[in-house]
């Protein structure tokens, strides 16, 4: 199964994530197996956030492996510590693949996204792009030298 649709209100994380509305494409494949139905797939979006140092938009391809066990009943397979992986509701009609999708989604996003890999982010004194003038840099005087300076300035007026 091969579908595109609008993408839900919460798919990402607060820097980085897809657009409410956004063409979201899922190609996957349904198995029924003794469990219930058992759903892989991919599901394909373009990200939309801004860089962690520049603060510039970031835009980024996003190919996230989509699986999921949905079981009618409340039978699970536990993992060691006795929780459920993968494991959904399905009510016996619909297979609801929302949760599986913000979670693959999230999952392949970067905790920091960077509008390039050597990105060298905004002054930490001004705020000015870095990437824009390379040579940018500031007078700093050591701060317990500080009162001699103003001795200087008092001279020089």
Do not use: N
């Not at 996230?64 to 009510?91: I, R, S, W, Y």
């Not at 840099?137 to 200087?152: E, G, V, Y």
């Amino acid at each position: 199964m091969s579908e595109s649709f609008p993408a839900p209100a919460v798919l990402g994380t607060d820097v980085i994530g897809v657009p409410e509305g956004a063409e979201l494409r899922l190609d996957v494949s349904l198995e029924s197996v003794s469990e219930g139905i058992w759903v892989s797939g991919t599901v394909m979006a373009e990200a939309v956030g801004e860089c962690g140092r520049c603060l510039d938009e970031v835009r980024q391809q996003v190919a996230a492996p989509v699986q999921g066990l949905f079981t009618v009943d409340d039978v699970h397979a536990d993992d060691e510590e006795g929780e459920p992986e993968d494991v959904f509701q399905f009510d016996g009609e619909t297979v609801d693949l929302e949760e599986v999708v913000r979670d693959a989604v999230a999952s392949e996003l970067p905790f920091t996204p960077l509008c390039r890999p050597d990105c060298p982010g905004l002054c930490d004194q001004c705020g000015a792009r870095l990437a824009d003038d390379p040579d940018h840099a500031h007078d700093a005087i050591d701060p317990r030298w500080s009162a001699l300076q103003s001795l200087t300035e008092e001279k020089e007026s």
